[in-house]
């Protein structure tokens, strides 16, 4: 069975005090689903975060990372530099980073070899803009979003790769795909990694939904059969609420 996910995207929110504030309502909270909880707090802030979960069944992952070991990349962290301080998991291909710093499918394909080079696994998002959705073009950006920066890995890789299905008109607008919508669209995913990979692969790889899940719409969501969980923004950002999320499951 595929797993189920649900990941807080805490974005550039809460400085140090406020995600040791947050932390502590989180585990306050009563979990009564299978799903996995993680959360992406900003890099000044991961060790911290870690620190404080080590023994807790909230996983503490990475907004994004650099494709390169070390060197001159002033600003940048990398993926040996996320592995020492405990970090498994990051977040690829958000699509702000895309919108605001120029990450290209080809950088993110750099990205995902770093990524598993050493031995992370990855929750790589993709989605189309709200002008695709109108020209009816967002399955053909989806395809090549995924393939770009995908296809070029061997089957078995897909063991450390989730898929985050995030349409972009969606993120922080309040407006939610319809779960009809994403269901069609994680069944097209799915059936892209058929195309490529195979049924095996294809059932195996869990694919989120992210774009304004808020606790009043999870559960209709979470019900779709190809929606695996959720990449959360906004409402990641208050424990209730998020754990309300993950309890939709
Ligand atoms: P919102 O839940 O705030 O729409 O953000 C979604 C998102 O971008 C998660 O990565």
Redesign the pocket.
């Given at each position: 069975m595929r797993k189920h996910i649900v990941a807080g995207?805490w974005k550039m929110n809460n400085d140090l005090p406020q995600t040791e504030l947050l932390i502590t309502e989180l585990l306050k909270q009563n979990k009564t689903s299978d799903a996995e909880v993680m959360i992406a707090p900003t890099f000044t802030n991961l060790w911290q975060a870690f620190e404080s979960l080590r023994q807790e069944s909230i996983e503490v992952i990475a907004q994004n990372m650099h494709f390169a070991e070390n060197g001159a990349y002033t600003g940048e962290i990398s993926a040996s530099m996320l592995k020492s301080i405990g970090i498994e998991t990051v977040i690829l291909g958000?699509s702000e980073r895309r919108a605001y710093f120029n990450e290209t499918d080809e950088s993110l394909a750099k990205k995902v070899d770093a990524a598993l080079a050493n031995d992370m696994r990855i929750i790589f998002?993709f989605g189309e803009e709200l002008a695709d959705r109108k020209s009816g073009n967002h399955e053909g950006i989806v395809e090549s979003q995924i393939k770009n920066a995908l296809f070029h890995l061997e089957a078995d890789a897909f063991k450390n790769i989730v898929l985050a299905y995030?349409p972009v008109w969606?993120?922080?607008t309040g407006e939610t795909a319809s779960p009809e919508q994403a269901q069609d669209m994680h069944a097209f995913i799915r059936k892209t990694l058929a195309d490529k990979y195979g049924n095996d692969v294809a059932e195996s790889v869990s694919i989120l939904y992210?774009?304004?899940?808020k606790p009043n719409n999870a559960k209709e969501i979470f019900g779709k059969p190809d929606v695996d969980g959720g990449?959360?923004?906004?409402?990641a950002l208050k424990a209730e609420d998020f754990y309300a999320i993950v309890n939709a499951f």
């Open positions: 995207n958000h998002c995030e969606a993120i922080g992210g774009g304004s899940v990449l959360i923004g906004g409402a």
